[in-house]
């Protein structure tokens, strides 16, 4: 990925989208079907023999104290712990009694993450982490601040499935999905480098983006289950502003996290204007025709009230025409959508290249017409290849072989 540090454009000539609900046509109506999945279900609580506090809903938690013998205010101390205070393990929970620290110690864990690698860029100090998961296997998560606010690029899996052309996460093998515990020791871990840094401040506004490693949707579970503790006002307390889920784009889990009722923003990474263009570059979602992945995110916005971002990474002579640029701001209008586009991030050996600035400005023109509200993200981190993948890729050496018969 790439990280936002936006400019945006406005087309003062153009209507703006007003109230969303005016967008009538329901995902319903186009025969997507909507499975509700519920968040509590048990699943990968205790692993090596400990419960991963994290790992547990809110309600879960409370359970789990009270079968301590613990009267309830024990369950808002601990919570308060993991999520206000952001501890790394039971010693620093000075307020609970010694035994039951020791007895919790003894039971369960309270991250399952090390931090292995650390790169600050020289040019504006975005740190990408590299975390240990402790079985063997690692994801990298990146911190970037823009003044004072402060943005979390989260991963959701170890390595990713969809073999998204231009994507260096791609260009390592798929491991498995992380844990519920797992995305939130990520956030924790880099809340408490922010807060370590900047004592005067007890907390910093942040904003969290599914844009690391992985495709969110394709670990719906432990991403929904997360993003609840996120929400919850014991737990993070962020709203959808601050809460960016982005995906590649499939159609029945945007509508699934659309009616799970959560707090949180839609970002759909579209990248093409024509299927057979979709196809190429993003063949893993070439399944779903671009029509069927924007009647989704409509679907998104129109039930959650919040404009979807479409996402387009810019690939020179792949998909930065003058007809894509036209197709795009015409598909930017179908919806309530903000247009997002990203100049690619080439990484230690790019295949590809993205615009240079007339280009970009040309591109950009083309779109002014149609597309109401337009950002462009600006690289951080270039001279640590901030995208999501890369550290990992290089530190492992978990890249793919060459294809069979090649
Ligand atoms: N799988 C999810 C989230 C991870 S990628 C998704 O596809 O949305 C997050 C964003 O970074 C996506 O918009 C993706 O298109 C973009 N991206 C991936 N590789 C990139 C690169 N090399 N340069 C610029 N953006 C990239």
New binding site residues.
Partial sequence: ??FPESYTYHNNNCRRHGKISWFGVLAHGIGLRVTFMHHNAHHGIVRNGKTHLRDLSLDQLSEFVSGFGEPPYRYRQLVSWLYEKLAGDFQEMTDLPLRLREQLAHHARVTSLRATTVQVSQIDGTRKFLFDLGDGKSIESVLMRHGQRVTLCIS?QVG?P?D?L????SKGVFQRNLKCGEILDQICHLKRVCRDEDEAKKSHPVNIV???????LLNYRSLVHAIRTLNAPEGFDMGSKRITV???GLPRRMCNLADAGLRCSL???L?ATTDSDRRRLMPAVSKYPIKETIDAARYFAETSGRRVTL?Y?LLRGENTSDEDARRLGKISRQGPFKLNL??????PE?EYETLDEDELQRFIQLLLPYAPTLTVRRSKGPDIFA??GQLWNQSLGYKKGPAEGT
């Fill in positions: 990925m790439v959701s990713c969809m998204c231009f994507c260096q996460t599914f844009m690391g490693m992985g495709e969110p982005s995906t590649s970002a759909l990474s990248n996402e990474v990203i100049p690619y991030n080439p990484g790019g995208a999501c």
